[in-house]
């Protein structure tokens, strides 16, 4: 079946860095788009960076623009996300996600399914 | 951006009953709006694709409904297991993904 699972959370300091690892099974990893979305404690959802099934093409949220970077590795089925400079507000579950085919529409962007998460804290 | 916005925040309700929850978005979207069901501790899953579609394996007493900037999920029959808490994201913005603020359902 479709499984998703991170790893690489953990407790770092301010201005610290981390890497986030998603390992994908039971799909063709190369032919989707992938997705990191967040929820810090108590919160709702935010929607951080997604990549091009090719790893061509990458977006961020502009919250972590410039400090985050994604990146996928389709021989090992493998996503990422570099966290640089790290802030207490980073503090969250990160969800790997799976995004929309390469071959479907542009706005067909939904997230389906999620990995369990892994959580950052980011405390002195 | 788009901003996504829901109603209610959080409503009570017992099995049986009928619950609706809207999504409003701050510009036409089309009908690029996707809802997704929350349980406390436990990753989001996908109900709705593209306001209306049911996502395979959903129960069927889930609906959407919606186009432009008006958006509804109704549950006709709240079931126990449908406790939770409901997002819903546009997908009308191919660079930025924007979610709602989350529609908290619990039991009366």
């Known amino acids: 079946q479709v499984q998703l699972v991170e790893s690489g959370g953990g407790l770092v300091k301010p201005g610290g860095s981390l890497r986030l690892s998603c390992a994908a099974s039971g799909f063709t990893f190369s032919d989707y788009y992938m997705s990191w979305i967040r929820q810090a404690p108590g919160k709702g959802l935010e929607w951080v960076s997604y990549i091009s099934s090719s790893g061509s093409s990458m977006y961020y949220a502009d919250s972590v623009k410039g400090r985050f970077t994604i990146s996928r590795d389709n021989a090992k089925n493998s996503l990422y996300l570099q966290m640089n400079s790290l802030r207490a507000e980073d503090t969250a579950v990160y969800y790997c996600a799976r995004g929309r085919y390469y071959g479907s529409g542009i706005h067909e962007n939904w997230f389906d399914p999620w990995g369990q998460g892994t959580l950052v804290t980011v405390s002195a | 951006d788009i901003q996504m916005t829901q109603s209610p925040s959080s409503l009570s309700a017992s099995v049986g009953d009928r619950v609706t929850i809207t999504c409003r978005a701050s510009?036409?979207?089309?009908?690029?709006l996707n809802w997704y069901q929350q349980k406390p501790g436990k990753a989001p899953k996908l109900l709705i694709y593209?306001?209306?579609s049911l996502q395979s394996g959903v129960p069927s007493r889930f609906s959407g409904s919606g186009s432009g900037t008006d958006f509804t999920l109704t549950i006709s029959s709240l079931q126990p297991e449908d406790f939770a808490t409901y997002y819903c994201q546009q997908s009308y913005s191919t660079l930025i993904f924007t979610f709602g603020p989350g529609t908290k359902v619990d039991i009366k």
């Open positions: 510009q036409s979207i089309s009908s690029y």
């Open positions: 593209a306001a209306s």
